[in-house]
């Protein structure tokens, strides 16, 4: 069974720490070319909001899973259940029990096993 694991980006890691550098040394810093803290904090806190909503949504994937696994489970009891009722009122060999996709029992191939030849007798 696949468990949810937390996503992480190492990018983002990245950037926190150098803006909290940059912090630092001066909050309102500008490098030029639009390369200042602010835009850089506001393009971290993007990737930080994309990276939970990510994370959220898989969060959620794995729940709905679980949900259809359960499902599933119940659906084979279900058409077990199905084909052991109509075995009951009609019978296996009826062709009721064939319509629901079953082999009638009268239809049924046995396993046929090949006969070891008997050793011939060798002539002299």
Do not use: H, W
Not at 3 to 30: C, H, I, N
Not at 93 to 113: D, L, Q
């Amino acid at each position: 069974m696949n468990t949810y694991v937390r996503r992480k980006s190492t990018p983002l890691d990245v950037a926190k720490t150098r803006s909290q550098g940059l912090m630092s040394q001066d909050p309102a810093m500008d490098l030029g070319n639009g390369l200042d803290v602010q835009s850089y904090l506001v393009a971290i806190g993007a990737l930080d909001a994309q990276l939970l909503k990510i994370n959220n949504m898989a969060a959620d994937m794995q729940t709905e899973r679980a949900k259809m696994r359960q499902m599933e489970r119940e659906m084979r009891d279900l058409n077990d259940r199905y084909m052991k009722g109509t075995a009951a009122k009609f019978g296996t060999s009826s062709y009721e029990y064939m319509a629901i996709g079953c082999v009638r029992k009268n239809e049924r191939r046995r396993p046929t096993f090949a006969a070891t030849p008997s050793p011939s007798p060798e002539v002299q």
